[in-house]
């Protein structure tokens, strides 16, 4: 690789870290709340949650993410707890402060004790959040944050394919 095709790669790098850096910035500055392990602690959390029961691993999706970050503005006003209703399978969360995808996660996972394999059912309280973090037919995963002008924090991941289909078990 000659000096001057050298040089251009490396402009092109820092441009592109450059815009990055810019893109979060306003993504911050118009309320989305700053998650330092990023989209990265979304996948992260999930893919814990299945390797535990044997279930493969989801990937990021980008128009699934998409999708989640248009619903979660939406909900900035009060940040009601109301599902899409649209094609991806969903998990809603609210939290306060920096509340981040990985936490948003572990909260889901909290409901592993109420599903019951033997019966596929829930037990005493409900479990359809891991059910869905861990249903085995969901392979694409997009997650969103936004920051409510009551100072909470709504977050949503959406599934493709949908989970939680009634007599299916999750794996």
Known sequence: MGLITKLLVATCSLAFILASHAALARKVGKG?????????GFVDEHNAARAAVGVGPITW???????????????????DMVHSEGPYGENL??????MTGAQAVKFWVTEKPNYDYTSNKCVGDECGHYTQ??????????????KCTNGWVFVICSYDPPGNYEDERPY
Do not use: F, K, M
């Open 32 to 40: 989305i709340p700053y998650d330092p392990s990023g989209h990265q």
């Open 61 to 79: 999706n980008y128009t699934v993410a998409a999708y989640a970050q248009h619903y979660a503005n939406t909900r900035i006003q009060g940040c």
């Open 93 to 98: 969360a609210e939290g306060y402060g920096e």
């Open 133 to 146: 973090v861990v249903w085995r037919n969901s392979v694409h995963l997009g997650c969103a944050r936004a």
